[in-house]
């Protein structure tokens, strides 16, 4: 039992440490493109691509390069590709909108997830979390609306990223993790490059700005991406360990220590502040999906054939 609760305690810690970093990556992003004028399609491009080389260098280091050689090589580059996907719609949203509000929405993220399950891997889902979900969209109608007003359809671009992330996490549920982390991190940041890499063709083609590639400016710039590849390495290195470690009910309301992050970071170096009426959109959003996350690790618990 003592064994059992420190392990919960280090995952909980686990959690919230990655909680912190990822927002900082996040508002690098947003400085990149902001006050740098790279365009979020090359901070995408760098940021999976630095992933990348340092998850192989960790491997190669650790067991050899034969440990490069993945069990499940298309499985976990599509994983990648909708990490990419996610990354492109999250880093082109924050360059116009503040850090909080596309995290937020991005939180819609466990409500997608459940009705995915329903619809693909036909789990049955019962009313009280049906409620949850339909009470955490009208959060995130909350959150967007104000920012629909001030930027359209960009507004709209952290759900991309929250049915990307949903999409990932259903693979994962139905095809297992037959590679190790840091495998699956290597292939993620092969499949985010290479997805990255055709949104940059296209945007030349078509000339679309936030799409297009160009290489830093200065030492700084370069650092910063260099740092989001780490950060991100690191962050969902401390998640994958996390939820090793402690129930995903006990992990869940440590997740939305990233919203409140996020806020911290914009007031202080973006001066932005969410408005009282996103305020309450944050709360039913971050209010539903811990209740879902609950819910579904007490089913699991209590190996229930049915979720209510």
Same mark, same amino acid.
């Given at each position: 039992m003592e064994n059992t609760t420190a392990q919960q305690v280090q995952g909980v810690s686990m959690m919230a440490a990655a909680m912190f970093f990822l927002p900082v990556m996040d508002a690098i992003a947003k400085w990149l493109s902001t006050v740098d004028s790279v365009s979020p399609a090359t901070v995408t491009?760098?940021?999976?691509?630095?992933?990348?080389?340092?998850?192989a260098m960790i491997i190669i280091a650790m067991t050899g390069v034969k440990s490069l050689r993945p069990v499940k090589l298309?499985?976990?580059?599509?994983?990648?590709?909708?990490?990419?996907?996610?990354?492109?719609?999250f880093y082109a949203a924050i360059k116009y909108m503040p850090l909080a509000d596309a995290i937020a929405v991005f939180f819609v993220e466990p409500l997608m997830l459940t009705t995915l399950s329903a619809i693909l891997l036909k789990e049955h889902v019962g009313w009280r979390r049906w409620m949850a979900v339909a009470i955490g969209f009208?959060?995130?109608?909350?959150?967007?609306?104000?920012?629909? &007003?001030?930027?359209?359809w960009v507004?709209?671009?952290?759900?991309?990223?929250?049915?990307?992330?949903?999409?990932?996490?259903?693979?994962?549920?139905?095809?297992g993790t037959a590679d190790t982390t840091l495998v699956m991190q290597l292939y993620a940041g092969v499949g985010g490059t290479?997805?990255?890499?055709?949104?940059?063709?296209?945007?030349?083609?078509? &000339?679309?700005g936030?799409?297009?590639?160009?290489?830093?400016?200065?030492?700084?710039?370069?650092?910063?991406?260099?740092?989001?590849?780490?950060?991100?390495?690191?962050?969902?290195?401390?998640?994958?360990?996390?939820?090793?470690?402690?129930?995903?009910?006990?992990?869940?309301?440590?997740?939305?220590? &990233?919203?409140?992050?996020?806020?911290?970071?914009?007031?202080?170096?973006?001066? &932005?502040?969410?408005?009282?009426?996103?305020w309450l959109g944050i709360a039913i959003i971050v209010a539903s999906g811990a209740y879902l996350i609950w819910r579904e690790g007490k089913n699991r618990e209590e190996s229930e054939p049915a979720y209510n």
């Amino acid at each position: 039992m003592e064994n059992t609760t420190a392990q919960q305690v280090q995952g909980v810690s686990m959690m919230a440490a990655a909680m912190f970093f990822l927002p900082v990556m996040d508002a690098i992003a947003k400085w990149l493109s902001t006050v740098d004028s790279v365009s979020p399609a090359t901070v995408t491009l760098f940021r999976f691509g630095f992933q990348a080389m340092l998850a192989a260098m960790i491997i190669i280091a650790m067991t050899g390069v034969k440990s490069l050689r993945p069990v499940k090589l298309w499985g976990n580059l599509f994983r990648g590709v909708l990490m990419g996907v996610g990354g492109l719609c999250f880093y082109a949203a924050i360059k116009y909108m503040p850090l909080a509000d596309a995290i937020a929405v991005f939180f819609v993220e466990p409500l997608m997830l459940t009705t995915l399950s329903a619809i693909l891997l036909k789990e049955h889902v019962g009313w009280r979390r049906w409620m949850a979900v339909a009470i955490g969209f009208i959060g995130t109608l909350i959150v967007i609306q104000p920012s629909w &007003e001030l930027f359209g359809w960009v507004s709209l671009l952290p759900l991309g990223t929250a049915a990307s992330f949903a999409f990932y996490l259903i693979l994962n549920r139905r095809y297992g993790t037959a590679d190790t982390t840091l495998v699956m991190q290597l292939y993620a940041g092969v499949g985010g490059t290479l997805t990255t890499l055709v949104a940059l063709f296209f945007g030349a083609a078509f &000339e679309i700005g936030d799409m297009t590639f160009g290489l830093p400016a200065n030492a700084l710039s370069w650092s910063l991406l260099f740092a989001m590849g780490v950060i991100a390495t690191t962050g969902h290195q401390l998640i994958t360990n996390a939820s090793r470690l402690a129930p995903a009910s006990l992990l869940a309301p440590f997740q939305y220590l &990233e919203i409140v992050m996020a806020v911290l970071i914009g007031l202080f170096v973006f001066r &932005e502040f969410p408005t009282a009426s996103k305020w309450l959109g944050i709360a039913i959003i971050v209010a539903s999906g811990a209740y879902l996350i609950w819910r579904e690790g007490k089913n699991r618990e209590e190996s229930e054939p049915a979720y209510n």
